[in-house]
């Protein structure tokens, strides 16, 4: 048996309750105020079956004012009967409600003629005329216009069986993909609690299933099930369905929120997305407010257009960027709509190509070019869509887990997909995907980056690391830029930890460095264990002060000299320290201490140099303090 759902659209008052009601004997209105004024106000539902199949009826309201709860209806359908009275013709409505099919791709369409009874064969004539001016060129352009009348019943077969008909042709829903059901209602039912209702666009659930109700995060558990007003032990991706949730109150959950599988989709505050304007409406500038509306959900967004262009043209195709007021739940391939902040008009609609892309913004020509090309691979098979998504995200790169939330990709299908973009270029690199393109361009930029740095400081023993990933891609993941360096390391192309070399590099002083850098370690020798101060160093050199202080690093990293504290000793001269202070267990019969003004005396130096070397002494294991004293070991 067949699943199907079908919504109505069209104007107000031309007959799309009373239509539902004659093909299901149910009544959609069912609040008092709908029932008194004649008109509906919110989403109706009804169900029936029709042959061997099993359809869902989901109507929605006609007026101007209600069509954002239009839209909360018609995102789950498989097929719209537009309806269109047959004594008033095509108004505003229908119109804004046609496009808004169009935008949002419904897959299958019939136009239906209601009231056929209270207008003659020329009336109808010309009926038919006007609309098939505003489908020509759509998926509702037929020739076969359904004429019906839901007060004689005449037309209802042949209605029925146009909907069987769409019914054999609709592709099925995904039950295998993760549990998605946008929620259209949420109320209290005596002796039940929170009940829900929706259409599951994907996935299964079952009793017992625990799920959670996204963007709030909050995890409920289904306590019961029904499909078409029967209680079921689960239901399928394609059935409207009303569940039973146990784990929160109706007043914690409402329409606009959907029930999902645990980690499953995509919770966020920004996507990129391909967006359609339609021609009856002005130019879109770049930062303008928008609403968005996807699912059952509406919320205010900011647009960045892709590119330079300070505004999209009406009529016309763009790739954009769209900052959320509050977040949202998508997912790659979402169609959605767009209408203005005020008034609230129907603008166009787009398709989501990156729930939460990690490019930092779009207003670039190299932004619109990743845009383009993930919008050209987002309707080819499914990995190569990921390879778009992942390529555009750069050094970043996307997550292994975003497979599922971001790109869309079933669960039980993510081994296959990384076996495939792997084969097309896509490196696993810990628990993030990256281009390989990618990866050779930084590594390419990461050597020519180091290379030019030795140009230019020939006397420094690297490049700092921390400044290698600023300026070879500051947006790079932490694992990837470490991935990069390993492999130059393991290439032999780079060497060093904090400081990275090109493994060819040595550093050599030539020319005035070479007369300075000799200098300064003259100076310092000749010190020996009373080191000289910055201005005598800087006499002995003959050079500027930031000369000579590079060149004093150079031979700090050389180890000719050694930093004690903030003073600079020559290496060679403790080194003799060493040994000479090692020495005097001999001249001790084998034990040997000394004090703080034995030691100053012997060397002749003052308390600032004897403290220092007395410690580094204790660093070096060649004494230990005891008190007051130093026992040579």
Do not use: W
Not at 552 to 559: D, F, G, I, N, P
């Amino acid at each position: 048996m067949t699943n199907l759902v079908v919504g109505t659209a069209g104007h107000i008052d031309h007959g799309k309750s009373t239509l539902v009601r004659a093909l299901t004997g149910i009544d959609p209105d069912r609040l008092k105020e709908e029932k008194a004024r004649g008109i509906t106000i919110e989403l109706g539902f009804a169900h029936t079956a029709i042959g061997e199949n099993r359809v869902a009826f989901v109507d929605v309201p006609g007026h101007e004012r209600f069509v954002r709860t239009m839209l909360a209806g018609v995102g789950g359908i498989d097929c719209v009967l537009l309806v269109v009275a047959a004594d008033e013709s095509v108004m505003p409505q229908t119109r804004e409600h046609f496009e808004i099919c169009r935008l949002l791709q419904i897959p299958r369409g019939i136009v239906v003629l209601t009231k056929a009874d209270a207008a003659d064969a020329e009336t109808r004539a010309m009926v038919r005329q006007d609309v098939a001016e505003l489908v020509k060129g759509s998926f509702l352009e037929s020739p076969d216009v359904i004429e019906v009348s839901a007060t004689t019943g005449d037309g209802l077969d042949t209605l029925r069986a146009a909907i069987v008909s769409q019914a054999n042709g609709i592709e099925r829903r995904p039950v295998t993909g993760s549990v998605r059901l946008p929620i259209d209602r949420a109320f209290t039912m005596k002796g039940f609690g929170t009940v829900i209702t929706g259409t599951l666009v994907s996935g299964r659930i079952a009793l017992d299933d625990e799920l959670a109700i996204v963007p709030s995060g909050r995890r409920v558990k289904i306590r019961g099930i029904q499909v078409h007003g029967t209680a079921a032990p689960f239901a399928s991706a394609g059935q409207r369905t009303a569940i039973n949730l146990g784990g929160i109150e109706v007043g914690q959950i409402g329409r606009g929120e959907t029930l999902a599988g645990l980690g499953t989709l995509c919770v966020t505050r920004r996507f990129d997305a391909a967006i359609d304007l339609l021609a009856t409406t002005k130019s879109l500038k770049h930062g303008a407010r928008v609403r968005v509306h996807n699912g059952t959900a509406e919320v205010l967004a900011r647009i960045s257009v892709a590119g330079i262009a300070p505004e999209i043209a009406t009529g016309t195709r763009a790739f954009v960027r769209l900052r959320l007021e509050s977040p949202a739940v998508l997912t790659r391939g979402d169609r959605f709509i767009i209408r203005a902040y005020s008034p609230p008009v129907t603008i166009g609609g787009g398709v989501v190509l990156d729930p939460a892309p990690t490019r930092p913004g779009v207003r670039s020509i190299e932004g619109l070019q990743c845009l383009a090309a993930v919008d050209r691979r987002a309707s080819r098979p499914e990995s190569e869509a990921v390879v778009a998504m992942v390529t555009a995200a750069g050094l970043a790169g996307m997550p292994r887990e975003a497979l599922v939330a971001r790109a869309g990709v079933a669960p039980e299908s993510t081994g296959g997909v990384m076996a495939s973009i792997h084969l097309q270029g896509i490196e696993a690199v810990g628990d993030r995907l990256v281009a390989a393109r990618h990866l050779d361009g930084a590594k390419d930029a990461l050597v020519m980056l180091v290379t030019a740095f030795h140009r230019a400081q020939p006397l420094s023993d690297g490049l700092p690391r921390e400044e290698a990933r600023e300026r070879v891609s500051a947006r790079a993941d932490a694992g990837v830029f470490e991935r990069i360096i390993d492999d130059l390391k393991k290439a032999k192309v780079l060497v060093g930890a904090d400081r990275l070399a090109l493994a060819s590099h040595t550093v050599a002083a030539t020319g005035e460095d070479a007369r300075v850098k000799a200098a300064i370690a003259s100076v310092y020798a000749a010190a020996g264990l009373k080191p000289p101060d910055a201005a005598v160093v800087q006499a002995a050199a003959g050079a500027p002060a930031v000369m000579v202080e590079k060149i004093t690093a150079v031979l700090l990293r050389e180890k000719v000299l050694v930093r004690l504290d903030t003073l600079v000793f020559d290496a060679g001269a403790l080194h003799a320290l060493k040994n000479e202070v090692r020495g005097m267990k001999s001249e001790g019969g084998g034990q040997a201490t000394v004090d703080v003004a034995a030691f100053k005396a012997r060397y002749g130096i003052s308390r600032k140099f004897a403290i220092p070397l007395l410690e580094y002494l204790d660093r070096e294991r060649v004494t230990r303090r005891t008190g007051d004293a130093r026992l040579v070991i």
